[in-house]
């Protein structure tokens, strides 16, 4: 256990001294600033009577036209926590990307990764122990923006909604997932440009993949069942989008596969690049 403790404290410290990650965290806390201090609810026994945005009044069910939906106390929470949820798994996952992309490249530097392995520790345990480092890193990031925005609105209006904690622990398993990419390509090249361009890459395949049902019929014989098959063996990073805002706004998932099929891509290549480290001659 002491080795794999000291392998997160040497991966905490290199994320730390990215001043990427500490723009993450001064990002959040400004975010969480603004949704305590900028957004006031009045609510009266439960009801929400007023709204004020930085200072302005915004509409309340009073001043709403009749005939118009009125705006619910349990409306607004969703929606601000919805808007967090989805700014935190994109604009999130993608900087902390950016921010860890050259951990484990610069891991197998030479004289650097001589040195990790002459230590009583098997290289199984510098890959989890780097993994679980970075994981929980980004995880605590992650926890601190979403949980907080969480802990603040419900405190604010009183409206506890428990299905968003989920959402948390989607985007840390969707980072996980992709981060998965940036492993197998640092142990393959150890260029860190390759493994954030193939990461981003990913992701912008998995936009395309999200119109299969449209896209993949029009491929003809021979393109179809290829597409089908990049559909299901890729992550599906687009279409969690979904998920993580259904949960955030309280609603019911259809289908739980594009998050299944993607965790199980990251198991897999999380396990391939294992085995080529194990096996690369340092």
């Known amino acids: 256990m002491r080795p794999l403790f000291g392998l ?3 991966t905490f410290r290199e994320l730390w001294a990215k001043k990427i990650v500490l723009g993450l965290f ?5 975010v969480l600033l603004a949704i305590t201090f900028a957004l006031n609810l009045n609510v009266v026994e439960g009801s929400l009577e ?3 945005l930085f200072g302005q009044e915004a509409e309340t069910p009073k001043d709403v036209p009749e005939g118009s939906p009125q705006m619910s106390l349990t409306s607004v929470v969703v929606a601000v926590e919805a808007v967090v949820a989805g700014a935190a798994y994109w604009v999130g996952i993608l900087l902390s990307l950016f921010a860890s992309s050259s951990l484990f490249s610069d891991l197998q530097a030479p004289g650097r990764i001589e040195l990790l392995l002459s230590k009583p520790i098997s290289r199984v345990q510098v890959v989890a122990g780097h993994v679980l480092g970075v994981w929980l890193a980004i995880g605590i ?4 923006l979403m949980g907080g925005t969480w802990l603040i609105m419900s405190i604010k209006s009183g409206v506890w909604h428990f299905r968003f904690l989920l959402s948390i622990l989607i985007v840390i398993g969707m980072f996980g997932v992709m981060y998965a990419a940036v492993m197998l390509m640092g142990v393959w090249t150890q260029s860190t440009a390759l493994a954030l361009i193939v990461s981003y890459g990913l992701i912008f395949v998995s936009m395309v993949l999200a119109g299969a049902g449209e896209i993949a019929p029009l491929l003809g014989t021979v393109g179809e069942p290829v597409f089908w098959g990049l559909y299901h063996v890729l992550p599906n990073f687009t279409e969690v989008t979904g998920i993580v805002t259904t949960l955030a706004k309280d609603g019911t998932v259809n289908s739980w596969y594009p998050l299944t099929s993607s965790l199980l ?3 897999a290549v999380y396990t391939g690049t294992t085995y080529w480290f194990v ?3 340092f």
Not at 26 to 30: A, T
Not at 141 to 144: A, D, W
């Open 141 to 144: 990031l992650t926890l601190y």
């Open 50 to 52: 007023g709204l004020r």
């Open 26 to 30: 001064i990002i959040s806390s400004l």
């Open 8 to 10: 997160l404290q040497m």
């Open 265 to 267: 891509f990251g198991g």
């Open 279 to 281: 096996k690369r001659d």
